[in-house]
């Protein structure tokens, strides 16, 4: 099978399973559901960016009338672990405790209390008396290696645990070079040379649900966690590691999650609830506030890139060195792999004859770098993608041409593949499909680009329009690492139970795998009841990320529903009376040759109570050998007022290769948020720090992310292409679409007005500046 | 301490709060989670209910400004069994992603369409300008008022609970 | 539980200055509440919830109209008179204020006396000369001139209650322009401009420019509306007007926006609406 036309199931966008619910309120999030004799947690959080705790006294705070239980670094373990929600052995550094003695940035966990309702437990967080013993502090990624600096992780308990250069004592938190040819002889031999530095800025996922978790000791003695996380099964494994607690004694439950995009695949809150409710007895939630959602979650990693690249007359690439200094702040959360990514995701797009590629994650005392959606390839495709656009201008050749002659081609592979992997050695591959050429030509349509581009000349007045494009691929699954596995069971009436251990925050995946799964069963989607993320009920899944749900989790349901397959066709044989050869399973019946058949609720009566009695069921894993990219070109349109430098998107266009889109509607639906998530960050969406590392723009009033009435018009357009290694052609599509807005729009900021603007976000203040009327 | 007493999506109940209790912490302490909390400061709507049938963000009033009224919630709206034609054209656009800013979404749409029938795309925009949404990128909620419009066009009254 | 230990409601007006006049600063106003649902002032253990005392809605006062204190945002965008007066710029102004919820729950009265740096409605009054009144121990009409000399809250005294704000009646033909600028549409501002020009034919007989966002305190820019009034603008005249203009105001610097900045945008945006506003 190599296309769509034939599915009955898949390739159609049925209407998300649990949407009428979420809809009508009727589904529950973590803090919906509160058992009774809750408390209620409260972190006191840093006001210093680095500093030692010298003395804590919770005297005073306990004797408030209400609060229940606080802890300090001295009555929880010290066990050095990473909050990064990645499978074992982790490939980001042991730095972070539940409790330390130490502080590392402005919103860093100083101690937590449990107090009978929200108000009390913040009133004794802040009675608690702390005498800090303040360090200097780094601020600047550029001063973290040098000769002198303060240390960060001086504590001798931090380390990676996989062999990669780690160096606590110069404040290097990961390191990773890949070399292809030899970059100074590609340089030497360019026509043309492009030298450049950008800044990536520091970002927050906003998710609409902040972090929550809730913890209890049931009944029996066992520690149940329900919360809002993109890694159950990581959760469960980092919090008994941190607790010391058997993992066999910790259940895990995802319930329905308000959104992630990165921020949830880390262990970040769970420790706490835990611990205070081993100590008090009694169920704990701990529900973060915008603020600390703000401050003390994760951020997205900002870098500063220097970029070096060179082509010929004719449009060859000659080479590309690219120097990434990555902040990962206060703790290397995810510290490697990002920087990895900023190489793995952009460097195999276009066939560089030379690559240089050297990234270094470093500490400093400001919030903390983790997983947000693009991971790294956001960061990266900004330069890449400004300094192709420069090259094609340099030697004459439109943006357009140059990356068609350059980009990388279904049957082709790139020695990057091989070269970087997440934090080790990457696996080599070839790409199997690829659309990129069509989402080019598709989206230059559709933006206009032959009729647009390059006729700022023709415009007068002070608003001046331009288009700008970028090309972009991502991955999809993390190959030889990952594991997703499922367990599929059919009823009595003929519907299902689909368990997943894979973790839908929101972006549909329950409803892509029942789609799966029905479509091999030759059920409507509706016959699906999913379940997923419930460490006690569901088969492990690495969690939701990398963009791996649908291609990996979605194999092991097709390969679980196969085995469930098999048996029904068993039973309809023995009903029917003939070969299991001459049986094909059509909407609800088995259907054999000869025109006899028979339904699915009676094969499934049949299973459970007539005779030869079994499950009708299917378990399986899967675990991938590629991680085939998604491609996409994307058209930016915008609008400059030169007199203010404010710059409006009018259009956007994100044509997509995702392989098969499972459900169309639902991959539309990714594109479009991730792009306005990425039009958002690229023009207004920015920390601000005051001199000591305070955050000061801690809420939605001050950091301003789009609403309905920003929006421009975006277009999302799916090229369907078919990826053999994947469930039914699919592909991922969940982070590529993010990746886009910071270099088309950049360059369509220099179509419409000459600049180059190379410092995220393109506030209109930078750009007037860049203009030179400021 | 005020005693007021509400009208939630038609069930009067009376009760008593503090003095500056909002009136978010009251609807979830009687059950009322349809309502979700993502801010706190009247910035995100996702806490989003009509009072009065008008659209406000309940974690910043105050429960007993409000005595007296009467709330719609999400729930109030329909349900999953018997939902309202709104939240059936957010089901049916794709509009409902993680959900967590859909019942204030859903209540938006509601305040508008009860004004203006069938609005154009720009006093779409306008009118959820104050619930945010991280996961959709507004298109296919924009698409999902449109719908609604012209499903509720066909019909003389809105069905309500 | 908070420091709020009481909840008033008055029923009529009477009764809530005698209560905020016998609680002294230990009661505060309640409107719309918006403010106060995130800061409570210091030493406050009461709130007058005043939503119910009939202060709702425009009312004509002969040679003005009177825009009562409690009064939604978006009430006043919606009424009738909001779009017929002054070429509309009421209404323009309250549907720049905050959001959609937001706006059904701040009061006209609210934004015009808590006057945060980034309020919209101020500049708006301000421009078209609005006067505010207070009814109280001593009952005045002030002129928001005056009203805005020092805030607010340093010239009402305890049992002071701003009951509505009158707007005098247009005299002539009168064009306007508004302009709210953030980074998004539902943000803080950086400045808003409200430019407005009585005209006898083509000639400005009077005209006024007021700034918000970019001060403290809304302000008018009479070094800009000096060279408008009395003339047939030209090109070159609002230009010197906004030059004028940018010179004359010293922009506050914070983190969001530089002094710079800030002067840029006056600079431009009082050339732009000026522009509009008398052509």
């Known amino acids: 099978m190599s296309d769509v036309s034939d599915l009955k199931v898949v390739g159609h966008s049925v209407d998300k399973l649990d949407a009428i619910a979420l809809a009508t309120g009727g589904e529950k999030f973590t803090a919906d559901e509160i058992p009774p004799r809750t408390l209620y947690a409260r972190i006191l959080t840093s006001p210093w960016a680095h500093a030692r705790i010298r003395k804590i006294d919770t005297t005073a705070a306990m004797k408030i009338k209400g609060v ?57 967080a802040e009675a608690i008396e702390v005498e800090y013993e303040q360090l200097p502090p780094i601020f600047d990624p550029r001063d973290s290696m040098k000769e002198g600096a303060p240390v960060i992780h001086d504590e001798p308990e931090a380390r990676m645990i996989i062999p990669v250069p780690y160096d606590k004592s110069r404040n290097l938190a990961a390191q990773v070079t890949a070399n292809v040819g030899d970059i100074e002889q590609g340089l030497a031999q360019a026509d043309v040379v492009v030298e450049r530095e950008f800044e990536v800025h520091q970002a927050q996922h906003c998710p609409m649900e902040p972090h929550v978790a809730l913890a209890y000791v049931d009944g029996r003695g066992r520690l149940v966690i329900r919360t809002s996380t993109q890694v159950p099964y990581h959760v469960r494994r980092i919090v008994a590691e941190r607790l010391q607690w058997p993992i066999g004694k910790v259940r895990v439950i995802k319930p329905r999650i308000g959104g992630g995009f990165g921020s949830k695949q880390e262990v970040l809150l769970e420790d706490i609830p835990a611990v205070l409710a081993i100590r008090t007895g009694r169920p704990v939630l701990l529900e973060y506030t915008r603020g600390e959602e703000f401050a003390s979650s994760r951020t997205r990693h900002p870098q500063i890139i220097k970029i070096r690249a060179g082509a010929r007359k004719d449009g060859t690439l000659t080479g590309y060195d690219l120097d990434i200094l990555m902040n990962t702040g206060a703790y290397g959360s995810h510290a490697l792999t990002v920087v990895c990514n900023s190489g793995s995701k952009t460097l195999p797009l276009y066939r560089w004859q030379n ?24 960061q990266a495709y900004f330069p890449l993608e400004v300094v192709l656009d420069e090259l094609a201008e340099k030697i004459g050749m439109d943006a357009i041409e140059l990356r068609q002659r350059n980009h990388i081609r279904s049957g082709e592979g790139s020695p990057i593949f091989q070269a970087l992997g997440e934090g080790t050695e990457g696996v080599a591959q070839t790409i199997g499909s690829c659309g990129l050429a069509e989402c080019i030509e598709i989206g230059a349509r559709e933006i206009g680009w032959k009729e647009k581009r390059g006729k700022a000349a023709l415009q007068t007045g002070p608003i001046r329009r331009g288009v700008g494009m970028c090309c972009l691929m991502q991955g999809s699954s993390i190959p030889h690492v990952d594991l997703g596995a499922a367990y599929l069971k059919m009823n009595e009436d003929g519907s299902f139970n689909l368990l997943v251990g894979a973790t839908d925050l929101g972006t549909g995946s329950d409803t892509v795998l029942a789609q799966v799964a029905a479509e091999v069963l030759g059920v409507p989607a509706s016959m699906m009841t999913v379940y997923s993320s419930d460490t006690d009920l569901t088969p492990f899944d690495v969690g939701a990320y990398a963009s791996s749900t649908t291609y990996l989790s979605g194999e092991a349901v097709a390969k679980a529903a196969r085995e469930a397959r098999a ?35 009676e094969i499934g009566r049949h299973s459970l109570y007539v005779k030869n009695q079994r499950q009708i069921q299917g378990a399986a894993s899967h675990v991938t050998r590629k991680s085939p990219p998604p491609f996409s070109a994307q058209f930016a349109e915008v609008e400059v007022d030169t007199e203010t430098g404010q710059v409006r998107v009018l259009k956007y266009v994100a044509a997509v290769d995702c392989g098969t889109a499972i459900n169309p509607k639902l991959a539309e639906g990714q594109i479009q948020g991730a792009v306005l998530n990425g039009i958002s960050y690229a023009l207004t969406e920015e920390f601000v720090f005051d001199p000591r590392g305070r955050l000061l723009n801690n809420d939605l009033n001050y950091y301003k992310i789009f609403t309905a009435a920003d929006l421009p018009d975006i277009r999302a357009i799916l090229v369907p ?40 976000p393109f506030t209109a203040e930078r750009v007037l500046r860049a203009l030179g009327r400021l | 301490m005020p005693n007021i007493t509400l009208t939630v999506n038609g069930e009067k109940m009376t009760c008593t709060v503090a003095p500056d209790e909002k009136l978010l912490d009251t609807l979830r302490r009687l059950g009322r989670t349809d309502v979700k909390k993502g801010c706190g400061e009247g910035t995100c709507g996702s806490c989003s209910v009509l009072i009065d049938g008008r659209l406000m963000t309940s974690c910043i009033v105050f429960s007993a400004r409000v005595d007296g009224a009467e709330i719609m919630t999400a729930a109030g709206l329909g349900t999953a069994n018997a939902p309202h034609p709104i939240q059936t054209s957010f089901v049916k656009a794709g509009a409902v992603q993680c959900g967590f800013c859909t019942p204030g979404m859903v209540l938006a749409t509601k305040a508008l369409l009860d004004a203006v029938p069938k609005p154009d795309v720009s006093q779409i925009k306008m009118a959820l300008d104050g619930n945010m949404c991280r996961c959709t990128g507004y298109v296919k909620i924009i698409e999902a008022v449109q719908d609604s419009a012209r499903v509720l066009a066909g019909e003389n009254e809105v069905p309500h609970e | 539980m908070g420091r709020i230990q009481f909840y008033e409601r008055p029923r009529t007006l009477d009764e809530a200055v005698r209560i905020l006049a016998e609680k002294k600063g230990k009661a505060c106003v309640l409107a719309g509440g918006t403010s106060l649902a995130l800061r409570q002032p210091p030493g406050v253990d009461t709130f007058v919830d005043i939503s119910r005392l009939g202060l709702v809605g425009m009312e004509d006062r002969g040679d003005s109209i009177a825009i009562k204190a409690c009064t939604t945002v978006a009430e006043l965008a919606s009424l009738p008179q909001s779009y017929q007066l002054y070429g509309g710029v009421l209404a323009r102004a309250a549907m720049a204020v905050a959001s959609t919820p937001l706006r059904n729950q701040i009061t006209v009265g609210g934004n015009l006396v808590q006057v945060m740096p980034w309020s919209d409605l101020p500049g708006v009054m301000l421009a078209l000369n609005g006067q505010i009144v207070i009814q109280g121990t001593t009952s005045r009409i002030v002129p928001l001139k005056d009203f805005y000399a020092t805030h607010p809250r340093n010239s009402l005294s305890a049992g002071d209650l701003v009951t509505e704000v009158r707007i005098p009646k247009p005299i002539g033909r009168v064009q306007s322009s508004f302009v709210k600028v953030g980074k998004t549409v539902f943000d803080y501002a950086a400045l808003t401009v409200t430019a407005v020009a009585w005209l006898s034919g083509n000639q400005v007989r009077e005209c006024s420019v007021a700034l918000g966002a970019v001060r403290p305190l809304p302000m008018r820019v009479p070094q800009a509306e000096e060279e408008i009034a009395g003339r047939i603008p030209t090109r070159d005249d609002v230009i010197r007007a906004a030059a004028r203009a940018a010179g004359a105001v010293e922009p506050s610097q914070d983190y969001r926006y530089s002094k710079d900045y800030r002067r840029q945008l006056i600079k431009v945006w009082v050339k732009r609406c000026l522009h509009e506003a008398c052509s």
């Open chain 1, 68 to 124: 229940r239980s606080i802890i300090t670094w001295q009555d929880v373990p010290r066990v050095a672990h990473t909050t990064a929600g990645q499978g074992f052995p982790e490939p980001s550094p042991y730095d972070s405790f539940t409790l330390d003695d130490k502080v590392r940035y402005v919103g860093d966990r100083v101690a937590a209390v449990a107090a009978d309702t929200p108000e009390i437990a913040r009133a004794a």
């Open chain 1, 355 to 378: 690559i240089r590629f050297r990234g270094t994650s470093v500490y400093t005392n400001l919030p903390v770098g983790g997983a947000y959606r693009g991971y790294g390839a956001t």
């Open chain 1, 567 to 601: 048996m029904i066709i068993e039973v309809a044989s023995e009903i029917l009376g003939c070969p299991v050869e001459d049986i094909e399973l059509v909407n609800a019946y088995a259907l054999a040759r000869n025109g006899n058949k028979v339904q699915f609720s």
């Open chain 1, 721 to 760: 292409t078919w990826e053999p290694s994947g469930p039914f052609g699919a592909k991922s599509v969940s982070e590529i679409g993010i990746n886009g807005p910071l270099p088309a729009i950049s360059n369509a900021i220099y179509d419409a007005v000459g600049v180059r603007i190379t410092r995220a």
